[in-house]
């Protein structure tokens, strides 16, 4: 078992980031396995779930004459569209059926106001709407943060970034992520977490 001061944060398992979901990151059911064991390693886990409603400004669907992957300017800055994924209560929102939900102390939904994204666990788009997770990490007393999941350029990395500008101190697991990789950005993922001082691990 891990310290008390670890924690493990598990980003969007969902299946509209496995294969044949909405939004499906290229082999995202694979990390699973490594994820459960981890589960069972950690004492303090939490799982995040993209929660969005049906008119949610990050679907592309959502603005006429625009594709999925396109970008947009919202009043908080620049927003990839995405195709609609992970509706709230539809199929595609639930964790994939292999996850080992049961394990996890919280489940923290992000991305539920309909006017604005959150690819972190921690704050929204507007990197500074909190999400309430800082604060129960620390009441739990971790100080430092495991990530995993899905995807590594987006949702982990907004994580891991918000997590190291909070303080913690963040390793990510490489192989237990997945990337969408949209136009190099997971390289420009990868550099911005090295420069903030998360450490990646295979
Ligand atoms: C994610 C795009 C849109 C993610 C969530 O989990 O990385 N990416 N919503
Ligand atoms: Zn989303």
């Not at 995040?48 to 300017?73: L, V, Y």
């Not at 009441?139 to 303080?167: E, K």
Request: net charge negative; charged share 20%; hydrophobic share 45%.
């Amino acid at each position: 078992m891990r310290p008390a001061t670890q924690g493990l944060i598990v980003i969007d398992v969902q299946n509209d980031f496995c294969p044949g979901g909405a939004l499906a990151v290229a082999d995202g059911d694979a990390i699973i396995p490594r994820i459960n064991a981890l589960l069972a390693e950690f004492s303090v886990k939490v799982l995040t779930q993209d929660w969005h409603p049906a008119n949610h400004a990050s679907f592309a669907a959502n603005h006429p004459g625009k594709a999925p992957f396109e970008m947009i300017d919202l009043p908080y800055g620049p927003q990839v569209l995405w195709p609609a994924h992970c509706v709230q209560g539809s199929k595609g929102a639930d964790f994939h059926k292999k996850l080992a939900t049961n394990a996890a102390d919280l489940v923290i939904r992000k991305g539920f106001r309909p006017g604005i994204d959150s690819y972190s666990a921690f704050f929204e788009n507007d990197r500074e709407t909190p999400t309430g997770l800082e604060g129960y990490l620390r009441s739990r007393g971790v100080s430092d943060l495991t990530l995993v999941g899905l995807a590594t350029d987006f949702c982990v990395a907004y994580s891991a970034l918000d997590a190291a500008r909070l303080g913690f101190g963040v390793t990510l697991l490489e192989g237990a992520c997945r990337a969408i990789d949209l136009d190099g950005s997971l390289e420009e993922a990868r550099e911005a977490m090295i420069a903030a001082g998360v450490l990646l691990e295979a």
